[in-house]
């Protein structure tokens, strides 16, 4: 059975600070890996999805990387702000065409300007 | 990208009672989800709606306390029955878009169960 770990749960900043979010899994047989951001009161974001094939993806400030023999990935996220404090959730989806989601339980990220 | 949207966006709710989630896709879409955040707790994959067909369910979760209705491509409901303090969890609707392995989400019902 997959499970998602995210470590630390929560992680407290200042602004402008280059950050490394954690997050490994069991099964090295997935599909592909989503990180997604959830803003308070809200529904899930998706930020950057790597292939099974794919080392890294980026978008703006955002880097993630994809290590499947070891099950893990990291989100970067370039020169914080304020702007960027959510919670970031990392999931996997394995093989099998269901498309089901297998999710950490997140870290809440604060960025202090 | 898909828009997805749910009513009611948030609700407190008597023990015993139930309440139905309504999921809204403004596009026709194969795969419909449901799924659980707790507090404190990561989402969790409740059922896969299934267009003209019964829900298929994960384990821990059973038909008879999440009803599952699907009648089209666009829309889906969930039921949480006969409600207990801890059904208070933010419930999720996803679907996937045309390329099947991106996923989007709807905005949450967040429920509390007194």
């Known amino acids: 059975k997959q499970e998602v770990t995210q470590i630390p749960a929560a992680l407290s900043v200042p602004e402008g600070e280059n950050l490394v979010l954690n997050c490994s899994f069991t099964?090295?047989?997935?599909?592909?890996l989503q990180w997604f951001r959830q803003d308070p009161g809200k529904g899930l974001t998706s930020l950057l999805l790597?292939?099974?094939?794919?080392r890294e993806q980026t978008s703006g400030r955002l880097n993630a990387s994809l290590d499947k023999s070891s099950g893990r990935s990291t989100l970067y996220i370039a020169a914080s702000q304020p702007g960027d404090s959510a919670t970031y959730l990392c999931?996997?989806?394995?093989?099998?065409?269901?498309?089901?989601?297998?999710f950490g339980k997140g870290m809440k990220l604060t960025v202090k300007p | 990208s898909a828009v997805i949207s749910q009513k009611p966006s948030r609700d407190i709710c008597q023990r015993g009672t139930s309440l139905t989630i309504q999921c809204q896709v403004d596009?026709?879409?194969?795969?419909m989800f449901w799924y659980r955040q707790q507090p404190g707790q990561s989402l969790t994959l409740i059922a896969t709606?299934?267009?003209?067909?019964?829900?298929?369910?994960e384990s821990g979760f059973v038909i008879d306390k999440f009803p599952i209705s699907r009648p089209n491509l666009t829309f889906s409901t969930l039921t949480v029955s006969n409600m207990s303090p801890e059904d208070s969890s933010i419930y999720l609707c996803?679907?996937?878009?045309?390329?099947?392995?991106?996923?989007?989400f709807g905005p949450g019902t967040r429920l509390t169960v007194l």
């Open positions: 996803s679907v996937t878009g045309l390329a099947v392995d991106t996923q989007y």
């Open positions: 099964d090295s047989a997935i599909y592909n």
């Open positions: 790597i292939q099974s094939s794919q």
């Open positions: 999931a996997v989806m394995g093989w099998g065409g269901s498309e089901k989601l297998v």
């Open positions: 596009s026709q879409v194969t795969m």
């Open positions: 709606a299934n267009q003209g067909s019964e829900a298929t369910y």
